[in-house]
């Protein structure tokens, strides 16, 4: 974790917007010697931040590294609880595993873990989820909300709506969600979410959700056997994606419906989720662990359960599936 100073530090220079803080303005906001102030300036600069330091005037930022971390992703997060602690690495085995170990330490609420690259990110279904480094947005969100267990998949739809502005926002592409947490641009996976407890039988002590965002990937990037069903948001735009910012998007508009949630329930998400979804009213095939079902998505019910109403009339409840439209 990075020193809270550090932190005060990057979101003082972030507030200034360009402009200049002196040494002295410096310690008295951050409340430490200026020779500590230096100490943190010469410390970003060997991070590849580039500062101009003027006589009389101070210091600025003209610069920030082409790179995620920490700092990055909290420099100007305008939050009250989300990414207010990040747990930021270069190459871990997957995220979700150090947000377990968080989580049962007594990680806060808002915790975010994130990571450059994954050696053994999984996705849902024990699949394999490929997560080279300086490409994507890994990351997995630890919440203690207080909710029953089966309500629980709405966080899932929460999030791929939370996810669907934040891609809005930052590419102006508007990608359709697939039930229950694919998102897609143009037919093809640019994102995936997996959502985990840690639970007794009848209560929730942490929700982890792990997200995974093809952000800057070539199409050549992908191995041979995504290719035709994956993209990346830079493939969809053309343009090279700023992962901090787009980390800092879904910070801020999952922060604002997970508020909204926890106060007003999930019918507001529900409806945000309808109108960015695909499945709806389509035919589809749903392969269960329990076996392979055909039929109309109908709709999603009040606890986030896909309603699927079969070729012979019965209206079944998916709880998790791989669909196919
Ligand atoms: C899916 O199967 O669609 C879900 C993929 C989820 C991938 C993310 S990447 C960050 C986090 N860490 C993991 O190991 N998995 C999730």
Redesign the pocket.
Known sequence: MQSELRTRLLQAFSEADGEFLSGQKLSETLGCSRTAVWKHIEDLRSEGYKLEAVRKRGYRITRKPDKISGNEIQLGLKTEFMGRHIHFEEVVA???KIAHTLAGDGALEGTLVVADQ?TE????LA?A?Y?PKQTGV???MILKPEIPINKTPQLTLLTAVALIQAIEDVTGLTPEIKWP??ILINGRKAV???TELQAEADRVHSVII???INVNHTKEQFPEELQHIATSLAEETGQQIDRAKLIQSVMIRFEKLYKSYLSHGFKPVKLLWESYAISLNKKLIARTLQGTLRGRAAGIDDEGVLLLETDEGKLEKIYSADIEI
Not at 121 to 124: I, P
């Open positions: 997957s995220t979700q994954q990110g999984r996705g849902r699949r989820w997560s890994w990351m997995s947490n694919d995936g979410i997996l792990g997200v995974g």
